[in-house]
């Protein structure tokens, strides 16, 4: 998100998010707001579209039942408010929804918004939130392109309407008495319609139409498409040495495990060669300096430090800037250890590390053939390369 899309609207809010489809529509295998779609859940995506903005209150999902494991992976390091479960009806649960908040919160706006919109911008978002200044309901709303016919062909005026989306914006005391009014007739499909009969004149806010609601396997594709033309995909590279400590030792720090070894590397933190090439890859995606500016040997507070430490400071600067790794290559050239029997074992601790399947990191380990430090058994060198996609206006 570019600096001048911040929400600058004062007015705190709520975010209601209903998740609790079972997707068996569009005969899915998994309900489709879990489904992933460029690499992580459709649930993942529009969450994350609210976790920065300035004036958001509380994010708070309904979750279908027996879904909870599904919602715990989607959402795993957000924070969120405690997830609703839902009722039998896509009314109901925002109701059950509506429930969970307090007493002096009735009077605070709340956002509803459907899990399965995950291109709402920020800029719709301050939009309705501006209408919520003289409104007491809005919704955003796209204008209709096609000519609109109904059987017979009779031809509709396509200025009278209107393809309303989410979210949808109300005061939570406001929307629960019309649900507790309404909430039983099913003519009413969405809670702005509830609203209007009750009298209140909902604001239609203009909204652009790729805040399409992703029901469909075609769904599926063009938002595969949208998400692609909206990243830049960034390669970091990283390089590392340090010689071998003469004094003996029971272990050697690795790619995060220790190797049972004589002989360890000289270092000010644990020397671990392989962490500290990827400290710098990641970096290196961000133009954000390298590992000895951020962690100065200088400074005694990484004095024998656990290099996990590193890499979990650079996947944090990456992931601020909405960073999501793609994979990771690394190359370790050692003539000692035997890296053969730690591979799968490191391979795991990375992929960990960096909240990735062990399938995207690339553990390569080789010899010099006796060239070099490498070969003279002075020292370790590690390479390491990542892909990462960042939004493609990231500066
Ligand atoms: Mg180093």
């Not at 570019?2 to 609207?9: A, G, L, P």
């Not at 295998?29 to 995506?45: C, E, F, N, S, T």
């Not at 909430?183 to 009413?188: I, P």
């Not at 030792?249 to 590397?265: M, Q, S």
Request: hydrophobic share 40%; net charge neutral.
């Amino acid at each position: 998100m570019s600096k001048d899309q911040k929400i600058k609207n004062s007015l705190g809010f709520h975010m209601l998010i209903a998740a609790g489809g079972s997707g068996v529509r569009a005969g899915f295998d998994i309900p489709k707001q879990y489904k992933p779609l460029h690499g992580k859940p459709v649930l993942r995506h529009t969450l994350e579209k609210f976790m920065g903005l300035q004036g958001v209150k509380s994010t708070r999902v309904v979750i279908g039942e027996g879904h909870e494991s599904l919602y715990r992976a989607a959402t795993a390091g957000l924070t969120l408010a405690p997830f609703v479960v839902v009722a039998d009806t896509r009314k109901g649960s925002v109701y059950n929804g509506l429930c969970s908040y307090k007493d002096d919160e009735l009077d605070d706006v709340v956002l509803i918004h459907d899990a399965a919109r995950p291109f709402v911008s920020a800029a719709s978002i301050h939009n309705l939130l501006d209408a919520m200044t003289t409104s007491n309901a809005a919704t955003l709303a796209c204008s209709m392109a096609d000519t609109l016919v109904t059987d017979g062909y009779k031809t509709h005026d396509r200025n009278t309407i209107h393809g309303v989306q989410t979210p949808q914006a109300f005061r939570i005391g406001a929307l629960k008495s019309a649900h507790e009014k309404f909430g039983r007739d099913n003519t009413f499909t969405d809670d702005a319609g509830l609203m209007a009969a009750m009298g209140e004149k909902v604001t239609l806010v203009p909204s652009p139409r790729d805040n399409f609601k992703i029901t469909t396997n075609e769904d599926f594709i063009m938002a595969e498409k949208l998400l692609a033309s909206q990243t830049q995909t960034r390669t970091g590279f990283g390089y590392d040495v340090h010689a071998f400590d003469p004094a003996p030792v029971a272990h050697i720090r690795l790619g995060g495990i220790d190797i049972p070894h004589n002989r360890k590397l000289l270092g000010h933190s644990d020397a671990d060669v392989v962490l500290h090439a990827l400290t710098d890859a990641l970096l290196g995606t961000i133009g954000d300096g390298d590992i000895g500016q951020l962690f100065p040997p200088s400074d005694n507070q990484w004095k024998n430090a656990n290099s996990a430490i590193f890499v979990a400071e650079a996947l944090k600067r990456v992931t601020s800037k909405g960073g999501n790794i793609v994979n990771a290559d690394i190359t370790l050239i050692a003539e000692e250890p035997k890296i053969g029997p730690h591979r799968d074992a490191m391979q795991t601790r990375i992929a960990n590390l960096l909240n990735l399947s062990p399938s995207r990191i690339g553990l390569k380990a080789t010899t010099s053939e006796g060239l070099g430090f490498v070969g003279e058994r002075k020292g370790i060198e590690a390479h390491a390369v990542v892909s990462i996609q960042f939004p493609s206006d990231m500066e």
